[in-house]
């Protein structure tokens, strides 16, 4: 069993390496398949910049000259872990990078030993697949931080009503209700205007990382704007709704936040809720929890209302 790790800058190691998981001998590229010239993989790995379509690009032109099962790709730090074909006892791995940074780990898997010709080949056609590949990882970044809030780090209004488009309708067939919670932090201009914006963001990404540690995994939390929260609970009832209201306006008032300076404060949140009706669209859905929203800062703030 091989790994290799080429770092970009020439140096190549070498060490065995078992994978756990299955042991399949046969190979998903098969050595049937056309070897490809360098220029026709270079153009075929330069069509796209979608990740997935450009490993498996990469997967397929490589699988006249080195057969394989499967193919893995990991960069931890974007939080990406791909995996093609299936898991198999050899595993030839690489550490890529360019110009000096990392761009990911590729894993190559099969049930039977790696040649070495087969690993020239094979970090001939990497050496292809490096650039391609940031240009890929860059482009994936762009898409990212065009559906994220800088601030908090949570998905922005953009990618609300993208999500909830979608999350209607799986409902809808499904005959469940998705529910929205609109929260929206009291007094907030108060917190900017006594301790500084700098406390007033510090209490947003507070704010932020308790709706998220509060929230399933199924729910999504979204940063509306300014100080303005939405929670979208997936296939849900009325009953389950109210409960998680409530474990949205405890979480927010229950403990003080600690600012930079050390002093301590409190916050509450208005909470608006309203359950999906036959025909709702993300606008009116929201609409609805919104205007409940703001019956709830008329009627005193800290509390909780549901729509008409
Ligand atoms: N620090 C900080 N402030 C923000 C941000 N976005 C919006 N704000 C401020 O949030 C404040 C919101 O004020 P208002 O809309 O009057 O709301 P409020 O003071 O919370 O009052 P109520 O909602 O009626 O309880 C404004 O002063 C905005 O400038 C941000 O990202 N960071």
Known sequence: MLEQANNGDNTLMASPQLLQGGLARSERHTPSVPTLTPAMILHRLQ???????????????LAGMVPHDGLTFDHPDMGIHISQGRLSRHVCSY????????????????????????????????????????????????????????????????????????????????GRQVCMLVVDVDFFKQVNDTHGHQAGDHVLVAVAERLRALTRKSDMVFRYGGEEFVIVISETDAESAATAAERVQEVIRSAPHTLDAGQQIRITASIGVAMQRPNDSPASLFKRADQAMYRAKNSGRDRIEWED
């Open 47 to 61: 069509t796209t910049l979608e990740l997935e379509e450009l490993l498996e690009i990469f997967s397929n032109a």
């Open 95 to 174: 550490n890529l990078m360019v110009e000096r940074t990392e761009i990911g780990q590729l894993r190559l898997l099969r049930g039977r030993k790696f040649k070495e010709p087969e690993l020239i080949a094979l970090e001939e056609a990497l050496s292809m697949l490096t650039y391609p590949l940031r240009n890929a990882l860059l482009y994936r970044q762009a898409l990212t931080s065009a559906q994220t809030d800088p601030l908090t780090g949570l998905l922005n209004r953009t990618s609300m009503t993208r999500m909830l488009d979608r999350e209607l309708a799986v409902a809808t067939r499904s």
